[in-house]
């Protein structure tokens, strides 16, 4: 049924149609109105049977959700950036145990400095977890995604975090189709662990493995997760077929198909960068957008391909690993490795900032006329860095105390040369 | 609490024995069809309080529940030397995820267990002193808080073993331990509050708390029992002597789990809804010296550079617990306290022998 709602109801109403017996949840922002609609449907029985269990952190939340997991329930949780961190141990956990848990990301920044809006930086860092992680490019995408999700995880026995733009896509209305639970329930079957906690068979769960076998047991893991590659196409085909729309898959090309210039990116992003290429395109500029729709396991031969005519790629993330640049950029770079094709990577958007259609075509020009450097900032203001830098160096600042030690050792060492 | 008349007990322990009682008056793990939980073969050191604390007190929580327990282990030594790949030791289904989220892990499968109307099934969250009362406090607390039906046990041997003996909020005063060795002006374990679990699990309200040792094994039993008669949390305390921790000798194990009883340094006691309902009587009340001095994390304590003064003050914190917890029969001193015997066997000997073996009232 075609309504208007918010990103975040529409996730709760895909959650609820899915049928999660054990929701845990612990308040972050921009996540809160996914699990509070949730916790009403599950207070007024319009979930049920569900256990909705408020836990006392993130890290409880993830804790409560292996638990309950091994225990043969299905269950569901949403967090987001610092909530995201904490739970980071538990994640590891899950992905080892082999749980099909389904996790929301409501993306936001990572601080210090503390800052609640919309970037990657949360679920980038924890893309080497194990987890499947999918994202979303519009609200009608997070409620599909989810559903999927649990078919995915639960086919493969591996958990996944599907995340959508923190307040851009869970706080925005949209008119999303919200399906019957008659469609969700044709698609989906009821979990059906592989090894579970019962007494009448009772099995030992977490064993400590030692130098003998633990690089095969990550293997296994990788393994297990490269399979993904090609269920989620069959899934995403699968669900084509009751629900009648595209959504999810690996990756997904937007006028691609003879772009010279090639712009990829994850999320919510995707739609402002496409309008951009539409207007571009009527200026006869050969560009084309690429979206990733599933960053793990990375769809590396699916990048290579669908790059594979364009002779430049802007690879837009709103995420940045501090020391290196990039962090899809680095990606990418791995899928077309002994290419000509040359590598863009744009930081954008972190913390909140817009990321503005003005701002993009000054980029897009820049970049057709390769122009840019390989790594870039979008809307840096450049003056702010420069005149702390400087700041800085007159020693106004005392600066963080592993600097000053190491200039004490320095002194030290120089003296006994 | 299940009243059994004492007819045997040992000499010098005055540990109850009940092998020519009738079967069913026999504890679980004198019955033929115990369930041998955690079974032979595991990699515990000889004289592991842990291992034999966590028999008891599954066995008995096994034959509670009719062989429907689950359990979710923290990370740890019990974790570690009862399940090295491939092999377990565990005869129930099990879960080991972290070392900090059991209590949670427990709660999960509580919820599980409730959503799928299986209310036959219970659930055990169980951990060392450091896995319970320092990294996993928090998920103790919320698990508490949230009312989850799970029993958490918590194994204390006062340290991190698994890491090397490191100190934990658990570990006592003066103690040595690798991060506080006898040196500089105060050796050993600084003189703090602590961090008493069971009486911040009383708190919080809870349906029961109980502390026991392992060298009471029949009232270990008993409290696993009764703790398994409550729905909601609970929280059993059990002090396990460490012999590789505490430079003790394998075979004191059990000595030394009734000296800290005795000597007051541990008060054994159960309550429920947050009050004491019970204390177990000192029965021959020792000086701390004749706990300490079997252990070599206390030895910088004795010997000609001996240090009388802190062997004061530990036996002040033992009073302490005799005064507020009325662990003595003497009227005199605990009086108006807690847990007082309420029937009089003929004699006084078989009074104690009755408290004994009976647990706490």
Redesign the interface.
Known sequence: MLEQKEGSQAVADAIALCRP??I?AYPISPQTHIVESLSDKVRTGELS???Y?????E??AM???????????R?YTATASQGLLFMA??LY?ASG?GLPIVMTVANRAIGSPINIWNDHSDSMSQRDSGWIQLYAESGQEALDLHIQAFMLAERLSLPVMVCMDGFILTHAYERVDVPGQEQVDAFLPPFEPRQV???A??????????PE?FSEVKYLMHAKQMQALDLIPEIAAEFKEIFGRESGGLISGYRIEDAETVVLALGSVLGTIQDVVDELREKGVSIGALGVKTFRPYPLEEVRKALAGAQRVVVLEKAFAIGVGGIVGQNVRLALSGTPIRVYDVVAGLGGRPITKRSLRGLFAEAVDDRLEPQTFLDMDWDLVRRELERTQHGLATGPHAESILRDVGTVAARSH | MPYQQIKFYQAGSFVAGNRLLPPEERSVQARVERSNTLTSGHRACQGCGEALGARYALDAAMRATGGKLIAANATGCLEVFSTPYPESSWQLPWIHSLFGNAPAVATGIAAAMKVKGRDDVRVVGQGGDGGTLDIGFACLSGMFERGDDVLYICYDNEGYMNTGVQRSGATPPAARTATTKPVGDEPGNVFGQGKNAPLIAMAHEIPYVATATVSELRDLEYKVERAMEFRGPRYLHVFVPCPLGWGSASHDTIRLARLVKETGLFPVFEAVDGEVVGVSKIRRRVPVEEYLKLQRRFAHLFGPKGRPDVVERIQAIADRNIKRYGLLLDSETSADLPGEATDSPDTPLLRVLAEAERGPQ
């Open positions: 017996e054990v845990c049977p569900c256990e269990v408020s836990v006392e952190s890290f409880a804790s409560v959700a292996i638990g309950a997991s091994a225990a043969g329930a269950p141990e538990a956990n145990l906690l019962d007494p068979e009772p099995v030992t769960i977490g064993a400590m493995v030692g076998a």
